[in-house]
């Protein structure tokens, strides 16, 4: 997987070397933009890491703007957001936006150190969700369509006696088909094909057996 990096956010030059220093001396990678477009421009795929951006960049967009921004790109990267005009109604927009957090121009280098590593740390957690989704998402792929029918009266529970003559399929047919789920899915048992499916459902926001054709 690609390292995770540090992007810094700011007009002035000076705060820019600054973080990037310190991010620099903790070993870790760290590219500067004068200007939100300019890190847009930039940014033209997901790349693992953090955002820390000033909130008034001049000229061009806020940071709150480049939050939504983002946003509408699909990007889920974590965003810290830093002001020397930060009060409630900044805080809670960029919070809203879902900013990290918001901090002080003048915090400490340890505040924004911390800061950093807890953004990173989210981006990771959001990483790893999105591989087993990914991951679970495949598996629920490589059903057919007539294996699929069948997963979802074992989900309802439906048993096979009942599902064969739902189906008007042999009990044989039913039990090689359940047998088919079971080992594509990686699961021993039922219950836990069904916690798994519940779990796709819940992220995906649609039954598994709708996502197989998308």
Not at 62 to 76: K, R
């Amino acid at each position: 997987m690609t390292e995770q990096t540090v992007f810094v956010i700011d007009d002035d030059q000076a705060v820019r070397e600054s973080i990037a220093a310190l991010v620099e001396i903790r070993g870790l990678p760290v590219r500067t933009f004068a200007s939100g477009e300019e890190f847009l421009s930039f940014y033209e795929s997901p790349l693992p890491g953090c955002v820390v951006t000033d909130l008034r960049i001049d000229p061009g967009i806020s940071g709150i703007e480049l939050q939504v921004s983002l946003q509408e790109a699909g990007f889920d990267i974590p965003v810290i957001v830093i002001s020397a005009y930060a009060n409630v109604a900044n805080a809670v927009q960029a919070m809203h936006n879902g900013a990290v957090t918001l901090l002080e121009k003048n915090c400490s280098t340890d505040e924004l150190w911390q800061a950093i590593t807890e953004a990173l740390r989210v981006d990771l957690e959001k990483r790893d969700s999105q591989n087993a989704t990914h991951d679970l998402l495949t598996r629920f792929r490589t059903l057919s369509a007539d294996e699929a029918k069948v997963m979802v009266r074992i989900i309802q529970g439906t048993l096979n006696k009942n599902i064969a003559k739902e189906l008007s399929l042999s009990l044989r047919t039913v039990e090689t088909r359940r047998h088919n789920v079971l080992k594509k899915i990686g699961v021993s048992s039922v219950p836990e094909l069904v916690r798994l499916y519940i779990e796709l459902e819940k992220t995906m926001g649609r039954p598994p057996e709708e996502l197989l054709a998308d």
